[in-house]
């Protein structure tokens, strides 16, 4: 599977939208992109996943890049409870997750 | 319940002791996985079942990690004589559809091994 590489932290100010980027260059024709994120003490929470449209749920949406090499994560009006550790993860139909570093983001009153 | 469930939420275990985790897969999920997750670090992926059998265990650290799903349902990983670099938060999740089948994993909130 694909490598991701995303900053390693970030911040964002409550209410605000947060914008997670995240790089897949070597990503091929069917690796999907998810999204995951862990909240201190928890499993990884699924958020949404895309192959090469946007997409768009009630939690976040995908945008993608027409060359697939990199895509973001927008939370469109982050709260406190958004603080997480957030991953960006290319995956192989249903092989298992390869993990990263993730990015650390904080979410400021 | 809704979710993934493991048990026990926290293990002690004294070095040489083996240990057991348990994993309840959401309800008709056909694919279990296991990770391992470091202080810090994201998880790694330890082991693969698809219903009762185990497809890919190219995670597993070393022989004296063990998993099974008898009957394609609840999972157990076994640790045989504990070392202190086995303290991890062993993470279970399930998906519903088999490999080939793009499906999300559902994560439980997992199980704080602590050797001493």
């Known amino acids: 599977d694909a490598k991701t590489t995303q900053p390693p932290s970030m911040d964002c100010a409550e209410g605000r939208a947060a914008n997670l980027p995240c790089n897949h260059s070597t990503i091929s024709g069917n690796e999907y992109v998810y999204w995951y994120r862990q909240i201190h003490s928890q499993g990884p929470q699924y958020i949404i996943h895309?192959?090469?449209n946007n997409e768009t749920n009630e939690m976040a949406s995908l945008i993608i890049t027409e060359d697939r090499k990199s895509s973001t994560l927008i939370l469109p009006h982050a709260t406190l409870r958004d603080t997480a550790v957030y991953y960006c993860?290319?995956?192989?139909?249903?092989?298992?997750?390869?993990f990263g570093a993730g990015t650390r983001l904080t979410v400021k009153p | 319940g809704a979710g993934v469930s493991q048990s026990p939420r926290y293990k002690v275990a004294k070095r040489g002791q083996d240990v057991a985790l348990r994993c309840d897969p959401i309800s008709g999920h056909v694919s279990l996985f296991w990770y391992q997750q470091a202080l810090g670090q994201g998880p790694e992926f330890l082991t693969y079942?698809?219903?009762?059998?185990?497809?890919?265990k190219s995670g597993l650290p070393s022989d004296r990690f063990f998993a099974e799903r008898p009957e394609g349902s609840v999972s157990t990983l076994k640790i045989q004589r504990t070392q202190q670099e086995d303290s991890a938060v062993y993470l279970c999740?399930?998906?519903?559809?088999?490999?080939?089948?793009?499906?999300?994993?559902?994560f439980g909130n997992g199980t704080r091994l602590t050797v001493t």
């Open positions: 895309g192959l090469k």
């Open positions: 993860i290319v995956r192989l139909n249903n092989n298992d997750m390869r």
């Open positions: 999740a399930s998906s519903s559809g088999p490999r080939g089948v793009n499906s999300p994993l559902h």
């Open positions: 079942f698809q219903n009762e059998a185990q497809l890919d």
